[in-house]
C-alpha cells in the first residue's frame, strides 16, 4: 500500500474547521456527535476542499441526528483550486444547533423593536450567510483569526500596556458591499468555532440612525436598559456578546448636529449615553464590538478610532463578480427557473480561466464554456456595481425576458444587458 505520512508524526499539518450543524430536532450530545464524526473522518481518505461531506448511508447515529457536515475556508490554504489532502489535515470538529428563534423581542415596546435587535448565536437566519459573501482570497478568513486572536489574547490575559490589542472591529467602504452582513456572518461563525469556550453567544444589533430620531425621546431609558441586559450577559464569563453598530460615522454627526444647534437634544443624550456605554464595554474580555461605516475617512469617535482591526470593503473584483453570479445562477437552476438539460457544474473562475487560456475558442471543446464564458462577459460588464446590485441583476433579468420557459443562453444575455444598463445609471 501506498505510505502515507501519519498525521501525528507530522507537525506541520493544516487545521480544517468541520462544522456539523445537528436536526432542530436532535437532542443528541454535542461531544457524542463529535467523536462520531471524527471517527467517521478517520475512517475516511478523503481530500478536503469546500463543501459537503457526505454522511455515510450506513451510519445511523449520524443520519439521525446530523443536518450537514460542511467545511469552509479550506481555499486559503489550498492554491488555483488544489485539494488538501487528507494526510496533511487535522480537522477539528465543530458541532452547534441553530437557534430557531428571529430578533428578539424581549425589550419591548415598539420603539425598542426599531433601534435594537437581538440573535441567540448561531441563528437560522444568518445560516449560509459567510458562504454567500464572496471577496478576494484571504479577506474573510484573516477577519475570523483576528477575532479569535483577540480573544484568545484576552483570555490569557496578555497584558494590553505590554501588547496592545482591542476588540472592535471596523468594516469602511461603498455602501451595498456586504459590511453589515459580513459582521452578522462573522458573529455567527466565531460562534461556531467558539463554541468549546464559549456556551452562549448573542449578537446586539444597534441601530445608530433610529436612536436620534425625535420619535426615540424615550430611548435614553431604552439605551440603559439594553446595556443593562448586555451588562449581566457579559459577566457570566462563557457568555459571548457581540454588539453591532450600523453607519457609526451617523453618531458622530449627530454630536456634531447637536454642537451647530440643529438635532434635537434629547437625542444627543441617547448618543452619548450610548457612546460612553459602548466605551465601557470595551474593556471587557468576552464582547466583540463589530461597526461598519459606509465613509472611508476617520471616524470622530472614541471607541471606533482605535478599533484595531479596520478593513476596506470595496466593490466586488472581476473573479467575486463571476462568483456571485454563478451563484444565482446555480439558485435559479436548483429550483427549476432556468433548465437546461445537460449543464455540468458551473466551473469556478479559476477552473474557467484556466480552460479559457488552453482550448480554441471555436473548437468544439468551446461549446462546452459557451455558458461559463457568456456569465463571465456578464461579470465584466457589471464593473463598479455593487455586490448587494449584483444579487438583484438576476431577478430584473428574470422580469426582462418575457418567455416563461427561460433559455439559459438567452438569460444570460439578458443578464448582461441588465448589468450594463445598471452600470451605465451608476452616479
Ligand atoms: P452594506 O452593509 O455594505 O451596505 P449589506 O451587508 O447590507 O451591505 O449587503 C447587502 C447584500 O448584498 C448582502 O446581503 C449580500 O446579499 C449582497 N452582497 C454584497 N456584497 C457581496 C459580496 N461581496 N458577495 C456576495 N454578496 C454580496
Redesign the pocket.
Known amino acids: 500500500s501506498p505510505s502515507v505520512p501519519d498525521p501525528s508524526l507530522n507537525d506541520d499539518y493544516i487545521f480544517v474547521s468541520v462544522e456539523v450543524c445537528l436536526k432542530r430536532e436532535s437532542t443528541a450530545p454535542l461531544n457524542d456527535v463529535k467523536e462520531a464524526v471524527e471517527r467517521m473522518l478517520e475512517k475516511r481518505s478523503m481530500s478536503y476542499s469546500d463543501g459537503l461531506i457526505p454522511v455515510p448511508q450506513d451510519d445511523i447515529f449520524l443520519n439521525e441526528n446530523v443536518k450537514r457536515i460542511q467545511i469552509s475556508d479550506t481555499d486559503e490554504w489550498a492554491e488555483n483550486n488544489e485539494v488538501l489532502l487528507f494526510w496533511q489535515v487535522k480537522p477539528i470538529v465543530h458541532v452547534f444547533q441553530l437557534s430557531e428563534e428571529g430578533p428578539g423581542e424581549e425589550l419591548s415596546g415598539e420603539e425598542m423593536l426599531s433601534s435594537f435587535n437581538e440573535w441567540d448565536l448561531p441563528s437560522r437566519e444568518f445560516d449560509g450567510?459567510w458562504e454567500?459573501?464572496?471577496?478576494e482570497s484571504g479577506l474573510k478568513q484573516r477577519l475570523l483569526r483576528y477575532a479569535a486572536t483577540a480573544l484568545l489574547f484576552t483570555e490569557r490575559g496578555v497584558n494590553p500596556c505590554v501588547i496592545s490589542w482591542n476588540r472592535i472591529i471596523l468594516?469602511h467602504?461603498?455602501?451595498?458591499?456586504?459590511?453589515?452582513?459580513?459582521?452578522?456572518a462573522l458573529a455567527q461563525k466565531l460562534s461556531i468555532r467558539l463554541k468549546d469556550r464559549y456556551s452562549y453567544c448573542q449578537l446586539v444589533e444597534v441601530n445608530a440612525h433610529s436612536l436620534f430620531s425625535k420619535w426615540f425621546s424615550e430611548s435614553g431609558k431604552l439605551v440603559a436598559k439594553l446595556f443593562q441586559k448586555i451588562q449581566d450577559m457579559v459577566d457570566e464569563e462563557n457568555n459571548l456578546v457581540f454588539v453591532l453598530i450600523?453607519?457609526v460615522e451617523s453618531l458622530a454627526a449627530a454630536r456634531q448636529a447637536a454642537l451647530s444647534g440643529s438635532e434635537p437634544s434629547d437625542s444627543i443624550r441617547v448618543v452619548n449615553a450610548l457612546l460612553t456605554q459602548m466605551d465601557k464595554l470595551k474593556s471587557w474580555p468576552n464582547v466583540i464590538i463589530l461597526t461598519?461605516s459606509?465613509i472611508t475617512c476617520a471616524i470622530d469617535i472614541a471607541f471606533v478610532d482605535r478599533a484595531d482591526i479596520k478593513a476596506y470593503?470595496g466593490?466586488?473584483t472581476l473573479q467575486?463578480r463571476y462568483?456571485?453570479l454563478r451563484?444565482c445562477l446555480e439558485e435559479l437552476l436548483r429550483t427549476g427557473i432556468l433548465t437546461y438539460s445537460k449543464l455540468p457544474t458551473l466551473p469556478s473562475y479559476l477552473t474557467l480561466k484556466e480552460r479559457l487560456s488552453t482550448i480554441e475558442k471555436h473548437s468544439d471543446e468551446g461549446k462546452s464554456v459557451e455558458i461559463p464564458r457568456l456569465l463571465l462577459e456578464a461579470a465584466e460588464l457589471s464593473e463598479g456595481l455593487?455586490?448587494?446590485?449584483?444579487?438583484k441583476l438576476p431577478f430584473l433579468a428574470h422580469a426582462a425576458v418575457a418567455n416563461r420557459k427561460c433559455d439559459i443562453i438567452r438569460f444570460i444575455q439578458t443578464l448582461s444587458e441588465t448589468a450594463s444598463r445598471e452600470v451605465s445609471e451608476l452616479p
Open positions: 450567510m454567500s459573501l464572496i471577496y468594516l467602504g461603498p455602501p451595498g458591499t456586504g459590511k453589515t452582513s459580513l459582521c452578522k450600523d453607519e461598519t459606509n470593503i466593490p466586488p467575486a462568483q456571485i451563484s455593487s455586490g448587494r446590485t449584483l444579487r
